[in-house]
């Protein structure tokens, strides 16, 4: 008999991958959207097909994090096997803008996700994902980062974070419930957001080449990061959840950049020198910036058999080549 997996935050970069993930592996799959005036579904357009007709393995409900009666209305009627929280304000500057809200789906949202769990009676037999964050360790204690570094969280959407992780571990414990936090370092892909720094230099860098666009505005080129592909990434969300003992992980790299390095890496995939074209943006900047984050994932590799194949110069090369691919077809 097939699996059902829920996944909140369905429609953002990792619900879509993992939802490809999860069809191909057999199981069926329901997903939260939140209802607004416009669709914003351009991310699983292409599973459609499981969607309708006999072949329907694909379910999309309306729901929100911030309404716990239609969380546990939900669980209780679908019964899950799994259950993925990927929902999320996931911004971080802009988290400074709307720290009220930030904290309420991303802190508070996982509350209310893990007490629908306790209230539908599924807590015996569900396994939890929680989809927690490098950003959790700011102001880095330990270099790289590993499941035991001390946290130090530098913005409203890292302490909120912080809030999930932490209760997802109290859940674990009070109600032996079957919990996973994973916390991933940056991953990126051609479906990141257009507002995420990495997508904002893929594109930029396509458009610049096409001639529809002349400059790029951006923030603190001295940060460091570490970057991952985000498909690679479900993997290992998925892998949390197979395992006999509930525990956490960090997934990442192991490798740290500068956005300067991944500028030099995607406008030369163009053939441009992106000095010609970055300017400053005071504005983009962070009140409390994050300098470096580096994450060591051996844990990831010994007990799930899990490591990045996909590094920063080729993921921004292959960014850079879809969103060429995008810009053209939209001539």
Not at 210 to 229: F, I, M, P, T, V
Not at 269 to 298: C, M, Q, T
Request: charged residues 25%; aromatic residues 10%.
């Amino acid at each position: 008999m097939a699996k059902i997996a829920l996944i909140t935050g369905i429609t953002g970069q990792d619900g879509s991958y993992l939802a490809d993930l999860l069809l191909e592996k057999g199981y069926h799959v329901h997903g939260i959207v939140r209802r607004s005036s416009t669709l914003n579904r351009s991310r699983i357009d292409h599973l459609l097909p499981y969607e309708h007709g006999e072949n329907k393995r694909l379910w999309l409900h309306y729901g929100d994090l911030a309404d716990s009666v239609s969380l546990t209305k939900l669980l209780y009627q679908i019964q899950p096997d799994e259950v993925y929280n990927l929902a999320a304000q996931s911004h971080v500057r802009v988290s400074f803008d709307i720290p009220e809200y930030t904290t309420d789906i991303v802190g508070v949202g996982t509350a209310r996700i893990l007490e629908a769990i306790i209230e539908s009676g599924i807590g015996k037999k569900v396994r939890f994902y929680q989809a927690s964050s490098s950003e959790m360790f700011g102001k880095v204690q330990a270099v790289p980062q590993t499941e035991t570094t001390p946290f130090y969280p530098r913005s409203p959407y890292s302490c909120a974070k912080l809030m999930a992780h932490w209760l997802t571990i109290n859940y674990r414990e009070s109600y032996n419930l079957f919990a996973c936090s994973g916390i991933l370092f940056n991953h990126e892909s051609p479906r990141r957001g257009e507002s995420f720094v990495t997508r904002k230099i893929t594109l930029a860098a396509a458009r610049i080449k096409a001639g529809q666009q002349k400059e790029l505005y951006l923030g603190n080129l001295d940060a460091r990061r570490d970057w991952g592909y985000a498909k690679e990434y479900v993997e290992g969300m998925w892998r949390m959840l197979q395992q006999e003992k509930p525990d956490d992980y960090v997934l990442a790299t192991n490798e740290t950049w500068t956005i300067r390095d991944f500028l030099d890496a995607a406008f030369a995939r163009v053939n441009l020198d992106w000095k010609d074209h970055v300017k400053f943006d005071e504005r983009l900047l962070r009140p409390a910036e994050v300098e470096l984050l580096i994450g060591d994932y051996s844990k990831a590799k010994r007990e799930l058999g899990w490591e990045p194949k996909t590094h920063m110069k080729a993921l921004a090369e292959l960014m850079v080549d879809a969103d060429l691919t995008a810009v053209s077809a939209a001539r």
